[in-house]
């Protein structure tokens, strides 16, 4: 392969990232309705993405499906903690009936990937909302250090393969570069915040939960032979090519936090 080709999406992943990162980033800092609006668009799009890869019965299913998801999603904020969970799964037990049994497993397929969507996007309104912009900045920032320091380190110095049945071109040098950029970002944000050194270990194991999140969503892919989620973002190919890292890291939040109250207050 020559370098040429190594790099040759980079142009276009860096001009949707930048768009990403103003839209993404602006919605991030105001908080409020405008976060809550683009988590909830967002839902819906990984939705409509992963019923069109798992198969359809019917042809509008993607769409109604998408469309719920985000509803719900949006509604989810408004309604008192203890329906929050039902109502989250209800787009996932409404999908079950529209998901072709053509390849095995996909019905499985959609209950987890499904309720993985739904549970990670809400764990990122409650973190905007519950522990302010800081901490989603973190997270955020862990995810894409880890993201384009694996990248680089991954296309520039190869090596062996992390995962090469489900994942080929994940190397090692890729994900430890991540893990290594993962750190710098906890040991900035740990000098900037009451959190201890422990936010350090917690920032590489929330990059091996987006690194987790990539490849887990890479297996989806290979299974049922498709490149991209969907073409919607330059470069990047769809909204789960996209946050599939992000859906691994802030489910772990979402986990971690619930059993350990982790993140001190900082606004």
């Known amino acids: 392969m020559s370098v040429k080709s190594n790099w040759n999406d980079l142009g276009p992943r860096v001009m949707s990232a930048v ?21 909830s668009v967002v839902t819906g799009l990984m939705v409509w993405e992963l019923v069109r890869i798992l198969g359809p019965k019917e042809q509008g299913a993607p769409m109604w499906l998408g469309l719920l998801a985000a509803v719900v999603m949006f509604a989810t904020v408004f309604l008192p903690p203890f329906a929050r969970l039902p109502v ?13 049994t053509g390849t095995k497993g996909s019905r499985a397929i959609w209950c987890a990937y499904a309720a993985v969507i739904v549970l990670a996007c809400y764990s990122a309104l409650s973190l905007r909302g519950g522990h302010g912009l800081f901490w989603l900045a973190w997270l955020a920032a862990v995810v894409i250090m880890s993201d384009v320091a694996g990248y680089f380190a991954g296309r520039s110095l190869g090596g062996p393969k992390f995962w090469p049945k489900v994942s080929p071109k994940k190397t090692w040098s890729g994900t430890i570069a991540g893990w290594i950029g993962a750190a710098l970002v906890g040991v900035w944000f740990m000098l900037n915040s009451p959190a201890g050194p422990s936010l350090i270990a917690l920032s590489v194991l929330t990059a091996f939960a987006a690194q987790m999140g990539d490849i887990a969503e890479s297996a989806i892919k290979r299974r049922y032979g498709i490149k991209d989620s969907s073409n919607l973002i330059p470069g990047h190919g769809g909204f789960l090519d996209r946050f599939d890292g992000f859906l691994g890291a802030l489910l772990l939040v979402l986990i971690a936090g619930q059993v350990l109250g982790f993140l001190p207050e900082v606004r």
Not at 19 to 39: D, E, N
Not at 88 to 100: C, E, F, R
């Open 88 to 100: 989250l799964l209800a787009p996932v037990l409404a999908g079950m009936s529209s998901i072709s």
């Open 19 to 39: 768009v990403m990162l103003l839209v993404g980033g602006t919605a991030i800092w105001l908080g409020g309705l405008p976060f809550h609006l683009l988590v």
